[in-house]
Nanobody, 126 residues
Framework: QVQLVESGGGLVPAGDSLRLSCAAS????????MAWFRQVPGKEREFVAA????????RYADSVKGRFTISRDNAKNTVFLRMNSLKPEDTAGYYC???????????????????WGQGTQVTVSS
């Protein structure tokens, strides 16, 4: 079992940056692939970025590639999402997700993950 708590969201103007954090409970954080998804009301949850358990491989949605960076600190049980050059279309609730895996795997669909945080709101004004 792992519990996830996101933080770092807020209201920023377009072009600004934010860094989201997701703190995980448990002693096996380094065995979990982690990801960020986002969702706006009335739409499906959308993949943003993922990172393998070891942190040596990442994956991004085309819409954020080159602007967002996912990283993790296994010693602090935390995964981060650095978001630069924010756009109004990045406005959404951002959710942290986890799945325990013994392989260097990471998914890009919500169904692949079995633990979720409560989310943090990011609003980008134009």
């Amino acid at each position: 079992q792992v519990q996830l708590v996101e933080s770092g969201g807020g209201l920023v103007p377009a072009g600004d940056s934010l860094r989201l954090s997701c703190a995980a409970s448990g002693r096996t954080f380094s065995s979990y692939a982690m990801a960020w998804f986002r969702q706006v009301p009335g739409k499906e949850r959308e993949f943003v970025a993922a990172i393998t358990a070891s942190g040596d491989s990442t994956r991004y949605a085309d819409s954020v590639k080159g602007r967002f960076t996912i990283s993790r600190d296994n010693a602090k049980n935390t995964v981060f999402l650095r978001m630069n050059s924010l756009k109004p279309e990045d406005t959404a609730g951002y959710y942290c997700a986890a799945r325990g895996t013994s392989f260097q795997a990471m998914g890009n669909t919500p169904m692949w993950y079995n633990y979720w945080g409560q989310g943090t709101q990011v609003t980008v004004s134009s």
